[in-house]
């Protein structure tokens, strides 16, 4: 990674540049077993992508992205998958926060981390601790992470407000379950890789009003190309929020 990496290659483009970037990494399995290789070849090779993806939205301005790289459901997968999964994460942190605190960026795990191995814990405290200053590109990780769980979550630490008596039941309206939540952030554009046409209960209400591109490449093969064209076919989107496309143009006029 360059030392350059947040500022803007296109700042010409700044306006039509989607703040929040989300990511549903999917196809290393099948990109493993395509070669004849175990699963876990598949994420080691998916971890070459995440660095370019980040890369990628750094240097283009983007101000948020957020990787799903395990999901509460991922608990299911066969036993070796996932503790070599775990030993991923643990290798990739203590290999990349440097990297990551070198090029301004703030690193943050939402999910609950508290199944996680100790080792991968303390690596994530270390990492989210090292690079809470910086002002570049906001990298969130979804681990152990479920769009229902965070909602549920939201759910919880407002009824704990009600009961303190810090809030009332007429204050929860939309913003304060936004602000309730891991991510607070409402997501611009979400690319999904491995073809699949699914939300697989990632930022449910983040998602509202998300532009959705689906690739048919598989995660250990994106790279710029595919980074490009997911920004090109936003570029290309009328974002309505409800609106006609009539009231649109007219408030770009
Ligand atoms: C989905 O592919 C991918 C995962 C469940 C794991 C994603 C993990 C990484 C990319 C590696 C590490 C990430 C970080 C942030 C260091 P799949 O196994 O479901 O693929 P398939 O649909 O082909 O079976």
Known sequence: MS???NTPICPEDGDRVPAHVAIIMDGNGRWAQKRGQIRLAGHRAG?????????????????QLTLFAFSSENWKRPETEVSGLMELFSWALSNETKHLADNNI?????????????????????????????TGLRLVIAANYGGRWDIARAVQLLLRRVQAGEISV???DEDLVTASLAVAEDVDLLIRTGGERRISN??????????????DVLWPDFDSSVFQAA???????ERRFGRTSEQVQERML
Request: hydrophobic share 40%.
């Open 170 to 172: 007429a204050d929860v």
């Open 47 to 63: 971890v070459r992508s995440v660095r370019r993806a980040i890369e990628f939205a750094g240097r283009h301005g983007i101000r």
């Open 202 to 215: 990632f930022l449910l209400w983040q998602l509202a009003y998300s532009e959705i591109y689906i690739s």
């Open 106 to 134: 703030r690193f943050r795990v939402v999910g609950d981390t508290s199944r996680f191995p100790e080792n991968v814990q303390t690596a994530i405290s270390e990492a989210e601790r090292v690079t809470s200053g910086n």
């Open 231 to 237: 920004l090109d076919y936003y570029r290309g989107r």
């Open 3 to 5: 030392n350059d990496l």
